[in-house]
Each structure stands twice: as C-alpha cells, then as structure tokens.
C-alpha cells in the first residue's frame, strides 16, 4: 500500500528525515511514533504530497509521490482521508455541511465561471445521493441527531467523529491520522480508536497514526516506527516490540516505578499465551519463596490485555527463580537500579 524506500527530507539545508525505508501494508493499522521534533508528522505529509522530498522514494498505491503532476496529487488526496488534532471543520458550518463538503467540492471545474456555479451548487440544497452519504457517515459515527448542530457547539469528541466522517466522504483507501487524539481526555481518547478500530475492521481500511502517546499505539496499531530526530529506531510488531523493548523504546516509554535497592529487580512480561494465567502465585507456591512485587502494569494491546510485573527477589533465591522461568519458558529481563536493563537471558 505504502512503500518507503532511503526517504531523506531537509528543511533549509536542516535533515528532518533520514534515510527511512518501511512498508505500510494494505488493511493494517500502522503507528508512529516520536516525540515532538521528531519528524512524524513531516513524515505523514509526504505520503499525500503535502511536504515535498529531497530524495528517497514514496509509493503509494503503486504511484511514486513526486512524480505525480497536479491531477495525479489530486486523485492522490481523493483516496488518502486525513484527520487532525485540531479537528479543522468549519465553524460556521452545521454538522451536515461539513461531511457534505468534500462531497460537493470534489469534481470542480478550473473555470472561473464554473467556480462560481460550483459554490453556489455548494449552497443550494444537497442532491439526494450526497444526503444518504452524509447521513449514513453520521451514522457510523454516532452522530447522526447532531445533523443540523453547529460545530462550535459540539464537544471534542464529537468534533473529532465529524472529522472521520469528513475524512471517509470519498470512500478513501487510507486514513491519515496526524495526532488525532491528543486534544482529547483520556475517556474520549478511548472512544475515537475504539471507532478507528471498528472503520478499520469493517471496511478494510488502511491506517497510518501518528501519535506521542504510546496507549495509542498499544490500543488499536498493529506494527509500529518509532522516530527519534528523523531517524528510525525500531520497526515491527507493536506486541513484540514491547515485550522485548529496545533501549530507545524503554526510554521513550519511560515508565515508572522505583527499584529496590537490595535484592534483585526482575521485570517479567505477560503475553498474550499467559497473561490469564496465575505466573507470580504458582512460582511463589511451587518453589516456596516469598518475593516483592515492585510494580506493574496490565494494558490493551489491539483486543488482548497484555502487560508486565516487576518483582524483587532476595539473592540467595535467584538461581531458583531463574531455573524455573527457564523451564517455563516465561519472559523476563533483570532490571538494574539505575533503570537499566541487563541483557535477558535466554
């Protein structure tokens, strides 16, 4: 769907992106993710033609991105939908005729008399296949009462679902998603990729989410690229990555909790094949040791809840401990106090 090859972009003379090659698949849902500065969303810009690149290769849907004349940007643009963290609807505008718009707009003639006929067709009553469209978008959204509503009325939420339902008027293969949630609360954040999720899943639809907010990224994508200065620090499956983090990751992650200082410190990771199961209990009954739990966090990766517990196990048992999640083939790494990891034994 989306092909990425040794992508450089400078801004005067500045790197922003570096030597990027990825692939985004057709129907997945793909993140990400950087913090601010990182190049993310210059990255997202360049798939649709909007930030023009200095060298590299972008093809999209079999098409090389800076190849493409005028017409073919625009037909471009036609099947890549984007939605924006300010939501960028109109708010002048009722909730109708801001999904309506791209539907009336799309196939304006360059005329100057045209033009004129063009908007005022804009302002006249809809045509009846424009109103089924508008209206089942409205539907899918959950907003379908809010029709005659004026967008400034709206909550954030609310302003983000007519964004999707504005950004899937034209029936889009992709869907760009330039920090879509981070204006939102974290209930409402919950919502919008429970519906993303459910676009991408009943429609077949291709996502590409650019986002600073790694519970994002574990909730709904299913492959991930971290960014940190334009330069790409780990590509592959969101599940995978965090169950075995780089050291970028770790960092970008940050998560917390404090270490105890005697003893030693080991993080182990519930995937999807244990995390129902009972880990810490049956190890502290079958070897019959007694041990801390530091810290923990259970989390929604995609429709399973994954996670991680950090436990503090005294010295003279750590042999044991080690046996055993050996011969369990358990996940675990041991952590050091200066919140390094040590390298994971195999």
């Known amino acids: 769907m989306i092909e990425v090859r040794n992508l450089e972009k400078h801004y005067g003379g500045e790197p922003v992106l570096r030597d990027l090659s990825f692939s985004v698949e057709a129907g997945e849902i793909f993140g990400i993710v950087g913090h ?18 200095q060298g590299g290769s ?34 002048r505008k009722n909730v109708f005729d801001n999904v309506a718009f791209p539907l009336q707009i799309w196939d304006e003639p360059k005329t100057l008399g045209a033009r004129v006929n063009s908007a005022l067709r804009f302002w006249a009553k809809p045509q009846p296949a424009i109103t089924d469209r508008v209206m089942e978008l409205l539907e899918l959204v959950g907003l379908a009462d809010k029709r005659f509503e004026r ?9 983000q679902r007519i964004g999707i339902a504005r950004a899937l008027a034209l029936n889009p293969k992709v869907l760009l998603c330039d920090e879509a949630t981070s204006a939102l609360d974290p209930k409402t954040t919950l919502n919008i990729l429970d519906l993303l999720q459910d676009i991408n899943a009943r429609f077949n639809l291709t996502l590409v989410v650019v986002t600073h907010q790694m519970e994002v990224v574990k909730r709904i994508c299913h492959r991930l690229l971290l960014l940190d200065k334009g ?14 983090p780089t050291e ?10 404090t270490l105890i200082p005697s003893g030693t410190n080991i993080r182990m990771m519930f995937p999807r094949d244990i995390s129902q199961d009972a880990v810490i209990t049956t190890m502290a009954r079958d070897l019959n040791i007694s041990f801390s739990i530091v810290g923990g966090k259970l989390e929604r990766y995609l429709d399973d809840v994954l996670g991680f517990l950090i436990i503090n196990v005294p010295d003279e048992h750590l042999e044991a ?26």
């Open 321 to 346: 401990v080690f046996r055993y999640m050996r011969e369990k083939n358990l996940h675990w790494e041991v952590l050091g106090n200066d919140r390094n990891a040590l390298q994971r034994p195999l």
């Open 231 to 244: 330069v790409a620090q780990c590509l592959g499956k969101t599940e995978e990555l965090f169950l075995s």
């Open 151 to 159: 967008v400034q009325n709206l909550s954030g939420g609310q302003k």
């Open 36 to 53: 601010s500065g990182a190049g993310k969303s210059t990255l997202l810009r360049c798939f649709n033609g909007l930030e023009k690149y």
């Open 58 to 91: 972008v093809t999209v849907m079999g098409k090389e991105v800076a190849d493409l004349d005028e017409g073919g940007i625009k037909s471009l643009r036609r099947d890549m939908g984007m939605i924006f963290q300010n939501f960028s609807l109109m708010g």
């Open 248 to 257: 970028t990751l770790k960092k970008f992650v940050d998560e917390e909790y």
